[in-house]
C-alpha cells in the first residue's frame, strides 16, 4: 500500500476506534455511519494485509499490529498539526531561516551576535546563519538570493536592493605587517608611510569607492605607490602580513587586526564611512522583516548609529479576516490530496501543469488549493497573471509535506513488519566483519536450541545506513560499529563486544609486517586507506583526533567506503588501515596487524533497537545477541533457519 491510498481519515478513524474500545461509539464521535467505518476499517485492513483489530462481545481491540498502526498514526497526526503550527508561524513571521552577511568589522562590533542573541530570546523558532564576505561580495550574494541580508560598509547602490543606515564607522586606522618598524608607533601620519606600498584588491570595493578614498588620502600627503592585486580582503592582509603593504583599516577592525597584522592610528586622516543594512526590495517574506527589524533594533545601541529614518522595510504579514487555526488543530477535510496538490503546484510553478501531473482538471486542483487555504486560513500561493508561486507560508508547509508523506510509507512499513513479528521473523542488519560474523554465528545457535519457531535473517548493512534501515523497518536489529548516529530518540545502542582500535593493518609483504611495534611516525610516509568523512563523521574525526595526539598527520590520497575495500587494498599493499584488536589474532587475508604504540580507542559492535518494541520476536533476538556476547563462547556450526540475504 503506497502513501498516495493512505489517506489522513484512514488515520482518524482507527485511531477513533482503538480509543473509543467500539465502532459503534468511534462513529458516533466522528459522525459517520457505523456500517460505513466498518468498510472503512475492512477496507484498510485489506490493503495493508494485516488484521488491525481483534473483535469481541464488548467491542474491539488493536491486534499487535494495529497497535504499531495507531502508534504511528497519532505520532504523524500530532506531527502534521506542528507542520500547520510551523506555517502560521511563518506567516506571521515568527519562524524561519535567514542568511545574514556581513563585513568583519561588523562582526567584531558584534553586531550580527547581537541580533542572534536577541532572535534566540524573543524569537526562538528564527534560526540567522551568518557568513562573512566583502562588500562587493556581499552585494552580489544577496542579489542572487544566497543571503537574504547584508550588514556592510556603503559602497555601491543597487536600486534593486533596499537599504537602510545603520551607523556611522570611522576610517582612521592602518593595517601594517606586524614586523614592520612602523607598527611599533603609537600613530601614524600618511606621509609617514613613505614609499611602502598601498594594498587594493580589485574584487574588494567597487572602483569609486576606491577613488574616492585615494583622493581622500592624497590630500593627505599620501607618497606610497598604488598596488592593485587581485583577490579579497583576506588575500590583501595575507601580502600585508607578508610584509608587501598597507590598507587603510575601520577603528572597529583594529581592535583585532589579521594574523600576522598591526593596526595603527592614523592621527591625519579620518573619514567616515556608513555601515548599512542591505535586502532585495522584491523580499515579502515576513521572517525577513522580523530580522531587518532586529537589526535596527541592536545598532540604535551603537555609539555611532544613525538616527532612525522612514525605511521601507518589506511588508509586514498581511492581516486575515478568517478565523486563526487552534494550534494543533487538523481540519476534518484535510487530506493527502490536498498536501499533493501543493507540492505539484510548488514543483511546477503553474496550476495547468501541475494538474496534468496530477491526473485532474485545472479547475478541480484550483479547488483542492482553495479548499486548503481556506481550511488553514492561510496564504500559500501568489497569483499572478505568469503562473503562481509559493507565499512563505506555502513554502513553509511544500517543505515539510515530503516529510509527511514519507511518514506515511513508514507507517505502512511499520506495519507491515509488525506483521513479521506476528509471523516470528526479526531481521538482523549487520556490519560485515569477522566479530560480527562469530557474533551472529553464536546467536543462530542458541536460537536454535532456544527458540526454534524464530526466522531469522540476516543482512549485511554498514554502520551509517543501520539507523535509516531501523527506521523505515527495513531490518529489526541491527549490530553496528561504535559512534553511530542516532538521528531520532526513538532508537537506542548498547555495547554487546569490546574490540578496541589499536593497531595498524599492512600487507604481509610491507616492510612494517615483520615490526612488533609501531611509533607513529613510521606511518607518517604511509598512504592511510580510510573512508570519506562524509561516510561516518563521528568515526572520521575521533580517528583523526586519536592520530593527531599521537603527532600523526596520516597521507590520504583517496578515500574509500566499506571495511571490506579497504581491508582489501592493503593486503594488495596500497598502504595502512585500522586494525582491531581482534585483528592482532585474527587479520584480513593477506594482512598483519602491528600494535601502533600508543594508539587505543574505544570501539566495538554495538546493539542497535528500538526504545519501544513490542515484537516478542525481536525482543527476544535481542536479548539473545546480548547473552551470546556476555558469554563469547566459540563458534559452532548453526541449526536455526536463516539466510545471508544480500
Given at each position: 500500500m503506497a502513501a498516495k491510498t493512505l489517506e489522513l481519515r484512514d488515520l482518524r478513524y482507527i485511531v477513533a476506534v482503538v480509543e473509543a474500545g467500539s465502532l459503534s461509539r468511534a462513529a458516533s464521535s466522528l459522525g459517520v455511519a457505523q456500517p460505513a467505518l466498518t468498510r472503512q476499517v475492512h477496507a484498510l485492513e485489506h490493503e495493508l494485509g494485516v488484521a488491525l483489530l481483534d473483535r469481541h462481545a464488548r467491542g474491539v481491540a488493536p491486534t499487535y499490529a494495529g497497535q504499531v498502526f495507531v502508534g504511528g498514526a497519532v505520532e504523524l497526526l500530532e506531527a502534521l498539526g506542528q507542520t500547520l503550527d510551523r506555517a502560521d508561524a511563518v506567516c506571521e513571521g515568527r519562524r524561519g531561516r535567514v542568511a545574514m552577511g556581513a563585513m568583519l568589522a561588523p562582526i567584531a562590533a558584534g553586531i550580527p551576535g547581537a541580533v542572534v542573541e536577541q532572535l534566540r530570546r524573543e524569537r526562538p523558532d528564527i534560526t540567522v546563519v551568518v557568513h562573512d564576505f566583502d562588500p562587493l561580495d556581499l552585494v552580489e550574494q544577496v542579489l542572487d538570493g544566497s543571503l537574504d541580508v547584508a550588514i556592510t560598509m556603503r559602497d555601491t547602490f543597487d536600486p534593486r536592493l533596499g537599504m537602510a543606515a545603520l551607523w556611522q564607522e570611522p576610517l582612521d586606522h592602518v593595517c601594517l605587517p606586524a614586523d614592520h618598524p612602523l607598527a611599533a608607533r603609537a600613530s601614524l601620519t600618511v606621509p609617514e608611510l613613505g614609499e611602502l606600498p598601498l594594498e587594493f584588491p580589485q574584487r574588494a570595493f567597487s572602483p569609486a569607492f576606491v577613488e574616492s578614498l585615494l583622493a581622500l588620502l592624497r590630500a593627505s600627503g599620501l607618497r606610497s605607490p598604488l598596488r592593485v592585486t587581485e583577490g579579497n580582503l583576506r588575500t590583501a592582509h595575507l601580502e600585508i602580513a607578508a610584509g608587501r603593504g598597507?590598507?587603510?583599516?575601520?577603528?572597529?577592525?583594529?581592535?583585532?587586526?589579521?594574523?600576522?597584522?598591526?593596526?595603527?592610528?592614523?592621527?591625519?586622516?579620518?573619514?567616515?564611512?556608513?555601515?548599512?543594512?542591505?535586502?532585495?526590495?522584491?523580499?515579502?517574506?515576513?521572517?525577513?522583516?522580523?530580522?531587518?527589524?532586529?537589526?535596527?533594533?541592536?545598532?540604535?545601541?551603537?555609539?555611532?548609529?544613525?538616527?532612525?529614518?522612514?525605511?521601507?522595510?518589506?511588508?509586514?504579514?498581511?492581516?486575515?479576516?478568517?478565523?486563526?487555526?487552534?494550534?494543533?488543530?487538523?481540519?476534518?477535510?484535510?487530506?493527502?490530496?490536498?498536501?499533493?496538490?501543493?507540492?505539484?503546484?510548488?514543483?511546477?510553478?503553474?496550476?495547468?501543469?501541475?494538474?496534468?501531473?496530477?491526473?485532474?482538471?485545472?479547475?478541480?486542483?484550483?479547488?483542492?488549493?482553495?479548499?486548503?487555504?481556506?481550511?488553514?486560513?492561510?496564504?500559500?500561493?501568489?497569483?499572478?497573471?505568469?503562473?503562481?508561486?509559493?507565499?512563505?507560508?506555502?513554502?513553509?508547509?511544500?517543505?515539510?509535506?515530503?516529510?509527511?508523506?514519507?511518514?506515511?510509507?513508514?507507517?505502512?512499513?511499520?506495519?507491515?513488519?509488525?506483521?513479521?513479528?506476528?509471523?516470528?521473523?526479526?531481521?538482523?542488519?549487520?556490519?560485515?566483519?569477522?566479530?560480527?560474523?562469530?557474533?551472529?554465528?553464536?546467536?543462530?545457535?542458541?536460537?536454535?536450541?532456544?527458540?526454534?519457531?524464530?526466522?531469522?535473517?540476516?543482512?549485511?548493512?554498514?554502520?551509517?545506513?543501520?539507523?535509516?534501515?531501523?527506521?523505515?523497518?527495513?531490518?529489526?536489529?541491527?549490530?553496528?560499529?561504535?559512534?553511530?548516529?542516532?538521528?531520532?530518540?526513538?532508537?537506542?545502542?548498547?555495547?554487546?563486544?569490546?574490540?578496541?582500535?589499536?593497531?595498524?593493518?599492512?600487507?604481509?609483504?610491507?616492510?612494517?609486517?615483520?615490526?612488533k611495534r609501531l611509533a607513529a611516525g613510521d606511518l607518517a610516509g604511509v598512504p592511510l586507506l580510510f573512508m570519506d568523512r562524509g561516510f561516518h563523521p563521528l568515526f572520521h574525526d575521533r580517528l583523526m583526533q586519536a592520530l593527531g595526539a599521537l603527532g600523526l598527520t596520516p597521507r590520504v590520497d583517496s578515500t574509500y567506503d566499506g571495511l571490506q575495500v579497504v581491508w582489501s587494498l592493503a593486503a594488495q599493499g596500497k598502504g595502512w588501515a585500522f586494525g582491531f584488536r581482534s585483528h592482532l589474532k585474527r587479520p584480513p587475508a593477506g594482512t598483519v596487524a602491528v600494535p601502533i604504540a600508543g594508539l587505543d580507542v574505544p570501539w566495538g559492535l554495538d546493539l542497535l533497537r528500538r526504545k519501544v518494541e513490542p515484537s516478542l520476536a525481536v525482543r527476544s533476538v535481542a536479548q539473545v545477541i546480548r547473552e551470546v556476547a556476555r558469554a563469547r563462547t566459540p563458534p559452532a556450526k548453526p541449526k536455526a533457519r536463516a539466510r545471508r540475504a544480500g
Open positions: 598597507w590598507l587603510p583599516m575601520s577603528r572597529t577592525r583594529a581592535a583585532a587586526p589579521p594574523v600576522g597584522t598591526a593596526a595603527v592610528p592614523l592621527s591625519d586622516f579620518r573619514t567616515d564611512v556608513d555601515a548599512v543594512v542591505l535586502w532585495r526590495r522584491d523580499e515579502h517574506r515576513p521572517v525577513v522583516r522580523t530580522v531587518l527589524e532586529a537589526v535596527l533594533a541592536v545598532t540604535r545601541r551603537h555609539p555611532a548609529s544613525v538616527p532612525p529614518g522612514d525605511v521601507p522595510l518589506p511588508p509586514a504579514a498581511a492581516p486575515t479576516r478568517r478565523p486563526r487555526r487552534p494550534p494543533g488543530f487538523l481540519p476534518p477535510g484535510l487530506n493527502v490530496r490536498h498536501l499533493r496538490a501543493l507540492l505539484e503546484v510548488a514543483a511546477e510553478q503553474t496550476i495547468g501543469r501541475a494538474a496534468r501531473r496530477l491526473g485532474v482538471t485545472q479547475p478541480a486542483l484550483s479547488r483542492q488549493l482553495r479548499e486548503l487555504e481556506d481550511m488553514l486560513a492561510l496564504p500559500l500561493l501568489e497569483r499572478s497573471a505568469r503562473g503562481v508561486s509559493l507565499a512563505p507560508a506555502g513554502a513553509a508547509l511544500a517543505g515539510d509535506c515530503p516529510g509527511v508523506l514519507r511518514s506515511l510509507d513508514r507507517l505502512v512499513r511499520e506495519t507491515r513488519r509488525a506483521r513479521r513479528g506476528m509471523q516470528g521473523h526479526c531481521v538482523v542488519g549487520a556490519v560485515a566483519t569477522v566479530a560480527a560474523s562469530e557474533l551472529l554465528g553464536r546467536l543462530l545457535v542458541a536460537c536454535a536450541n532456544r527458540h526454534p519457531h524464530l526466522h531469522i535473517t540476516i543482512e549485511d548493512v554498514a554502520t551509517p545506513a543501520q539507523t535509516v534501515a531501523l527506521e523505515r523497518g527495513e531490518i529489526d536489529l541491527g549490530l553496528a560499529h561504535a559512534y553511530p548516529v542516532l538521528p531520532t530518540p526513538a532508537l537506542r545502542h548498547q555495547r554487546v563486544y569490546e574490540d578496541r582500535l589499536q593497531a595498524a593493518l599492512v600487507s604481509t609483504s610491507h616492510p612494517l609486517a615483520g615490526r
